[in-house]
C-alpha cells in the first residue's frame, strides 16, 4: 500500500531537491510538499528540510502553526530532520538567541565559537563533503559504510545534553554531532539529498523504516 510522505514547506528550504530524491527512492508513495498543518498530521512519515537563517525559520513555523503539526508528528511517525530540520528540534540557537521546538535536549553553537576551528583557519561555512562517523547501529545506516562521505552546508552545529541521541560524528576540526536519533527521530546535519548514492540510501531506509 502506498504511503504518504510529507515534506514540510516553510518558505524556506531545499524543497524539490528532496522531493525528488524521495519520489527517486520509493515511486510507488506519495511525496508531497506541504503547509497544511492538517496534511502533516495525516502523513505516515514527516521530512522537514531547511536551509536559511534560525529565526526566519521559527518564526514562520509559529505564524503558520506549523510548529504544533510538527512537535505531534516527530512524537508519533517517523520523523526526518535534515539541517536546520535538526537544529529546530533542539531548545535554543545562539543563532540570533531563538528558541527552538524543545523536543530534544541541548543547544545549537555557532563554528565562530569554537577556537579550534578559527585558530586552524577553517572556513565558516562548513560546505562541502565530510566524513559521517556512526555513533550507533540504526536501520537508517543500513548499507552504509561507516565514514561514508556527505554534503554538508551549514555555520551552527548542534550539542545534545543526551549523548545518546548522538547517531554520528564528524570532524570541522573538532568532532561535533552530524546526526541524532531518539525513538521515532532521525535527524542529520548534512544533506542526503545532495550526497550521491550515500545520501540516497538513507532516504531509501527511511521510506522503510518502522520505529
Known sequence: MAQRIAIVDYGMGNLRSVQKALAHV????????????????EADRVVFPGQGAMPDCMRCLAESGLDEALRESAATKPFLGLCIGLQM???RSREGDTPGLAILPGDVRAFAEAPDTVAAGF????MGWNEVWQSVSHPLWSGIPDG????????????PRDPALTAARSRYPHAFTSAIARDNI????????KSSAAGLRLLENFTRWSP
Open 26 to 41: 520509493a515511486p510507488g508513495d506519495s511525496v508531497d510538499i506541504t503547509s497544511d498543518p492538517r496534511a502533516i498530521r
Open 89 to 91: 528540534l533542539f531548545e
Open 123 to 126: 572556513k565558516i561555512p562548513h
Open 148 to 159: 561514508a562521505r556527505f554534503y554538508f552546508v551549514h555555520s551552527y552545529f548542534c550539542e
Open 186 to 193: 532521525f535527524a542529520t546535519q548534512f544533506h542526503p539529498e
